[in-house]
């Protein structure tokens, strides 16, 4: 997965540099985005280790700096009881997003809802628990770096809160998954 994020994020800068700057004007926009999520808390009585995830977002702008994204994520903490965690699903919101005076970078704030599920894999990467999907919530912040012809970088912080029961064999507990992210994005408008 490292390969595939630095892979795209080499190809926007070759792309950037055999192009001339443009204003990143179009109403519609496809984002790449990983990093590394950090765990604000236990789940269901466990550690979480540093985790990575990545996201594929679609982009509409309705307004002048007002736009609604919508996507799918993944993401994947291990624990030190030998299980991984991993929430999958899907994203939606709304996208503030204003230049910085009269520079082409802009800041964006992204609020947004999701649609996601938490599931339980041993160390064979079985899954043994899956709690089905369920609504959660996600604030996000960062800069957008135009890189020229419609591309540029997205470095930002994101934070998730999902909150599911898991039922195993008639046993039920409360998964609280919070955590922050550390994210680099790839973005192409047109």
Known sequence: MKKQVLA?????????????????????GIELTGGAS??????GGNDLNTGAGFE???????LPHTGLYAGW??????ADNNL?????????????????GTSPVAYYLRA?????????????????????????????????IPLGSGWSLAPGVKFNSLSRELDEDGVKTNLNLSYFSARLGVVKVF
């Open 56 to 62: 594929a977002l679609l982009h509409y702008r309705v």
């Open 112 to 144: 947004g809802a999701l649609y996601n599920h938490i599931e339980v894999e041993n160390e064979h990467g079985d899954i043994i628990g899956d709690t089905g999907h369920g609504w959660g919530w996600q604030a996000a912040g960062g800069v957008d």
């Open 84 to 100: 991984d965690y991993e929430e999958t699903g899907y994203v939606m919101g709304v996208q503030f997003k204003h230049p910085i």
């Open 38 to 43: 950090f765990a604000t808390q236990e789940l």
């Open 73 to 78: 994520g993944w993401n994947r903490f291990a």
């Open 8 to 28: 795209i994020i080499a190809l926007a800068i070759m792309v950037s540099i055999s192009s001339n700057a443009q204003n990143n004007s179009g109403r519609f």
